[in-house]
């Protein structure tokens, strides 16, 4: 379509316009240069639900909220210095799955194969949950330590396909079309969210218990995300969002 329309063209899916950029020029001035007219998306029939009704800042419009709650992750969850402080937990997990692999070499049958994804995917979800809440998923032996952490894992794997579902109120959003739950994916999203949410929920109370009978802590504690944005976002919440519903889509957010 390029070839016949040009590096930049418009075409509509249902009611909404739909701009397609094709070469780096066009995309560095919509993403570099008026980066801020292209921060705010489109709802979708779902998004009300995978992003906590816009708490996740990333399905938010533009505005004060969405750069309030970026500036929190970049100035305080993935600052140079937050990193660092918790760069022991990555080299723990690195060195423990790395173990785990010889371990597989050693044990499996001669030229039975190993699944690398299954290893790359307990690493990676090990260090995402540790950084966050301070649980492991898996010990060396690949024994699940906690079923909760297992079950964060299959819900994010869920969020990340039915995020990229198409609905066709997305399309036509009218009844009633907006009326009917087609093939059940409404339902499944709001599954999947009730999952995640439960899982999530219990971090945060587990972390506000240990607080309350910590009392306050001390300079140079360590802190896993949710100390961090316990302490940063105000009790009440901001911007209309309860301060554990935040918290919720940012964790979200930061592991997708």
């Known amino acids: 379509m390029a ?34 007219t292209f921060a705010s998306r489109p709802q979708s029939g779902a998004s009300k639900y995978l992003s906590y009704d816009s708490a996740l800042f990333t399905y938010c419009n533009y505005g004060p909220y ?11 969850l993935l600052s140079a210095h937050r990193l660092e402080q918790l760069k022991h937990v990555r080299v723990s997990e690195i060195d423990t799955s790395i173990k785990e692999l010889y371990r597989l070499g050693k044990t499996n049958q001669p030229n039975e194969a190993v699944e690398i994804t299954s290893w790359v995917e307990q690493l990676t979800l090990n260090i ?8 492991r998923y898996c010990d060396r032996s690949g024994a699940v330590q906690d079923p909760g952490a297992g079950n964060f894992r299959r819900a994010i794997k869920e969020f990340m396909y039915v995020n990229g579902n198409f609905f066709s109120s997305d399309l036509i ?7 009917v739950d087609w093939g059940g994916k409404l339902r499944n999203v709001k599954r999947i969210m009730r999952e ?14 240990e607080r309350r009978e910590r009392g306050e802590r001390e300079e140079g504690d360590e802190e896993d995300f949710i100390d961090v944005m316990l302490s940063k976002i105000e009790e009440g919440g901001n911007y209309g969002h309860k301060r554990e519903t935040i918290i919720k889509a940012t964790v979200l957010v930061c592991d997708l």
Do not use: A
Request: glycine residues 4%.
């Open 3 to 36: 070839d016949k329309y040009g590096p930049v063209f418009l075409f509509r899916l249902g009611v909404h316009p739909v701009l397609v950029v094709n070469n780096w020029e066009s995309f560095k001035e919509c993403f570099t240069t008026h980066d801020i």
């Open 173 to 179: 959003p009218y009844p009633p079309f907006t009326w």
């Open 128 to 135: 995402i949950t540790r950084m966050f809440s301070g649980k």
């Open 196 to 209: 995640l949410d439960e899982i999530i929920q219990s971090w945060i109370d587990e972390h506000v218990v």
């Open 66 to 76: 969405w750069r309030d709650i970026r500036k929190l992750v970049v100035n305080e």
